[in-house]
């Protein structure tokens, strides 16, 4: 495929400038998730791709508690998600409470609709440094967490990129 860039609309209509997550990459990657999920104790993990406008699942664990299902968009400006504030900041977060934390999380689907109150998400990034998406683990119950559970996902987010570096020389 050749030299990869950042998937905006623009970048996507150029020959050789996007590249398509294969099937058996997405299998990995839903271990991927499922394993950090199960490793940090949560109900929910999520590999979030922007994609245009919105965010889409690109991979989600397979737990009962986890209502986001793959396939599942929001548009991404202005949705109030966690992952919005990842992408517009380029660094991880980390929210142990989002009812006591004192960043306003009104409005976030994922808190009202869902009750997940903590979150911990990375950004992750194509190799020319644009924004791919995030990996991120939530959860309904208030919760610490600590430099293992950072490095981890912060290990996990690495093989991410590299698999999308891999894409991007083939």
């Known amino acids: 495929m050749g030299e990869c860039r950042g998937q905006g609309p623009a970048d996507a209509t150029r020959a050789g400038s996007y590249a398509n997550v294969p099937d058996d990459v997405l299998e990995s990657w839903q271990y991927i998730v499922n394993e950090v999920a199960s490793r940090l104790g949560v109900p929910v993990g999520l590999i979030m791709r922007v994609s245009g406008a919105d ?14 299902a793959v396939g599942e968009r929001l548009g991404l400006e202005g949705s109030g998600i966690y992952c919005e504030q990842v992408l517009r900041r380029g660094e991880p977060l980390v929210v142990e409470n989002a009812f006591t934390d004192s960043r306003s999380w009104r409005g976030n ?3 009202e609709r869902h009750g997940l109150m903590t979150y911990l998400g990375y950004p992750i990034r194509w190799p020319d440094g644009t924004l791919f998406g995030t990996l991120c683990v939530l959860d309904e119950r208030e919760k610490a967490y600590g430099r293992q559970d950072r490095d981890v996902m912060g290990l996990m987010r690495d093989l991410i990129e590299s698999n999308l570096r891999t894409l991007c020389q083939a």
């Open 109 to 111: 689907p994922c808190l």
């Open 55 to 68: 965010i889409e699942v690109c991979a989600a664990t397979g737990h009962a508690r986890n209502s986001h």
